[in-house]
C-alpha cells in the first residue's frame, strides 16, 4: 500500500521553510482574496501617477514657456500691455515653482485634501491635483533648462524665416529641448511613481496602502511588503526600457 | 519692376547701448536697390552684422528707420513676420535645424507660414537642392554634412521663401578653407540670376569680383562706399587704406 504512495509522499513533503513560505503566500494574497487589495491599489497607483504626468506636462511646459520666454525677451519688448503680462505670469510662476519646490509633496498632499478640497469626496481627483502640481514644478525646470541649452541661433532662423515667437517655439525649439532633457524627464516620472506611495496618508488605496492592509490583516509584514516593492520595481523597470527605446528612436533620426 | 528700384532704405539707423555709451550703429544712411549686391566690409566690431541684423530687426535698432518695400519696418505696427519672409537670411554658423532632415528643413516654412501642399513644396526643394549639387542629400540629416554643404543647404533653405532679398551674415567666416569656393559659387550664381543681396563678408575676391556695390563701415559708420573698383584701386579715406593693407 505504502509503495504507491512513496511519489506523492516526496512532493507534499516540502522542507519547512519552503513549506513555510508558501502558508505564507496563502495566508497573504489567496485566503479572502486578499491579492485583491494589491491589484486595486496598483489601479489606483497607476491612475494617479498617469493623470499626475499628464498634468505635470501640461502645467510644466507652460511655466517653462512663460519663465524663459521673460528671461529670453523681456529686455528686448516694447513697453506695453504684453510686457505687463509677461511679467505678471512670471511673478506667478516664480511663487509656484517656490511653494512646491520649498514643502514636502506630503504635507502638500494632506493640504489639498484637507484644507482646498475639504468638501470633495473624490480622492483620485485630489491626488492627482497635487501630484500633478507638484510634479509640473520640476518638470517646469527640467523643460527651462532644456530651453535654454538651445543656440540662440535656432531661434534666430526661426525668426528670420518669418516664423512667430510661438511657431519658432513649437516646430524649432521645443522638440530639440525636449529630446535634450528626455532623461531628466524619465527620472522626473518615475520619482513621481514611486511618490504616489504616500497617498495613503490621505485614505487613498493604493498600492503601498494595499499591502499595508493586507499586513495588518495578517499580522505579517514579509510578503506582503515585498511584493509591493518588487510591483513597483517592475514598473520602473518596464518604464525604463520604454524610455530609453523612445531616447534611441530620437537618436536614430539624427544620424 | 525697374533695376533701379530701391528695395531698402535705410535712414539714419543708430543702436546704442548703456544710454549711448556704446554706440554700435551710429547713424546709417544707404539705399539698397533691387539687383544689387552690396558688400559690407570693415574691421571686427565695426557694426557690420549687426547693421545686417537689423535689417530684418534681429537686432532692434533704437533710433533711425528702415523702409522695405515701401513699408517702414520699424513701426511698432509692422507686422515683421510677414516681411521677414520676403527677407531670406544665412548664418554665419548656418543654424540649420538639426532635428529635421534636409528636405523638412527646407519646406517647414513655406508649408507652415506660406501655405504651400507639402508637394509642391518639396518639388520646389528638390529643384533648388539640384541646382546646389546636393540633390541626392535631402534625407539626410544636418550632422551628417559637410559645413560647406550645410552652409550651401541654409541658402537654399531661405530660397525656398521665394525672399526679394538675400541676408548673408559672414557666410563662409565658419568653414574649412576648401569648402568657402564652393559656398562662393553658389552665391555668384544667385548674384548672376539678379537676387538682391546683402553680404557681410572678409572674402575681399568675392566682393570685388560679384559686388555691385561695396561698403566700408567702422565704428558704426559707413565711411566709404562706391563700386569695387573704387573702394579697391582707388581707397581715398585713412582708415580703409589701412584695412585694406592689413587683409588683402
Known amino acids: ?255 | 519692376m525697374s533695376d533701379n528700384e530701391v528695395l531698402i532704405s535705410v535712414k539714419d539707423l543708430c543702436k546704442h547701448y548703456n544710454m549711448g555709451a556704446i554706440k554700435a550703429l551710429d547713424g546709417i544712411t544707404t539705399d539698397i536697390k533691387k539687383g544689387e549686391v552690396v558688400v559690407i566690409i570693415g574691421p571686427s566690431g565695426s557694426g557690420k552684422s549687426t547693421f545686417l541684423r537689423s535689417l530684418n530687426l534681429l537686432e532692434r535698432p533704437t533710433a533711425g528707420s528702415i523702409t522695405f518695400e515701401g513699408v517702414d519696418i520699424t513701426s511698432p505696427k509692422t507686422d515683421i513676420n510677414k516681411l521677414r519672409m520676403k527677407m531670406g537670411m544665412v548664418f554665419q554658423h548656418f543654424n540649420l535645424f538639426p532635428h529635421l532632415s534636409i528636405i523638412d528643413n527646407m519646406t517647414l516654412a513655406p508649408v507652415k507660414l506660406l501655405k504651400m501642399s507639402k508637394e509642391d513644396a518639396r518639388n520646389k526643394a528638390q529643384q533648388l537642392l539640384d541646382k546646389v549639387a546636393l540633390g541626392d542629400r535631402g534625407n539626410a540629416f544636418p550632422s551628417q554634412l559637410s559645413g560647406g554643404q550645410k552652409q550651401r543647404i541654409a541658402i537654399v533653405r531661405a530660397l525656398c521663401m521665394s525672399p526679394d532679398v538675400l541676408l548673408f551674415d559672414e557666410p563662409t567666416s565658419a568653414l574649412d578653407p576648401e569648402m568657402v569656393g564652393e559656398v562662393l559659387d553658389v552665391m555668384k550664381d544667385l548674384a548672376n540670376d539678379g537676387m538682391t543681396m546683402v553680404v557681410v563678408t572678409h572674402e575681399m575676391g568675392f566682393a570685388r569680383e560679384v559686388g555691385s556695390r561695396v561698403i566700408f563701415m567702422d565704428e558704426g559708420r559707413i565711411i566709404e562706399e562706391g563700386t569695387p573698383d573704387e573702394i579697391f584701386t582707388n581707397p581715398t579715406n585713412g582708415r580703409l587704406k589701412s584695412f585694406l593693407a592689413k587683409v588683402l
Open chain 1, 1 to 255: 500500500m505504502y509503495i504507491g504512495c512513496k511519489v506523492p509522499y516526496v512532493v507534499l513533503a516540502l522542507p519547512s521553510w519552503l513549506q513555510q513560505l508558501k502558508d505564507d503566500f496563502t495566508l497573504n494574497f489567496i485566503d479572502d482574496k486578499r491579492y485583491m487589495y494589491l491589484v486595486k491599489g496598483l489601479g489606483a497607483t497607476l491612475e494617479i501617477t498617469f493623470f499626475a504626468v499628464l498634468l505635470g506636462i501640461a502645467l510644466g511646459v507652460v511655466a517653462a514657456i512663460i519663465r524663459s520666454s521673460h528671461d529670453k525677451t523681456i529686455n528686448d519688448m516694447r513697453p506695453g500691455f504684453g510686457k505687463v503680462l509677461l511679467k505678471v505670469l512670471n511673478a506667478i510662476v516664480k511663487v509656484y515653482l517656490t511653494i512646491i519646490r520649498g514643502t514636502p509633496v506630503v504635507v502638500q498632499l494632506m493640504i489639498t485634501y484637507y484644507i482646498i478640497f475639504a468638501s470633495s469626496t473624490n480622492q483620485i481627483m485630489i491626488a492627482v491635483l497635487a501630484f500633478g502640481f507638484n510634479s509640473g514644478a520640476y518638470v517646469a525646470e527640467i523643460i527651462r533648462s532644456g530651453i535654454m541649452s538651445i543656440d540662440n541661433g535656432q531661434f534666430e532662423a526661426g525668426r528670420s524665416l518669418g516664423f512667430n515667437y510661438v511657431q519658432t517655439m513649437t516646430y524649432i525649439i521645443i522638440p530639440q529641448a525636449f529630446k535634450n532633457v528626455l532623461p531628466a524627464l524619465a527620472n522626473e516620472f518615475i520619482v513621481l511613481i514611486k511618490e504616489t506611495s504616500i497617498s495613503g496618508y490621505v485614505g487613498i488605496q493604493d498600492l503601498t496602502r494595499g499591502g499595508d492592509v493586507i499586513r495588518s490583516r495578517t499580522y505579517s509584514a514579509f510578503m506582503p511588503l515585498l511584493a509591493v516593492a518588487a510591483i513597483y520595481l517592475l514598473i520602473v523597470v518596464f518604464f525604463s526600457k520604454l524610455v530609453s527605446i523612445l531616447e534611441r528612436r530620437l537618436r536614430n533620426s539624427e544620424r
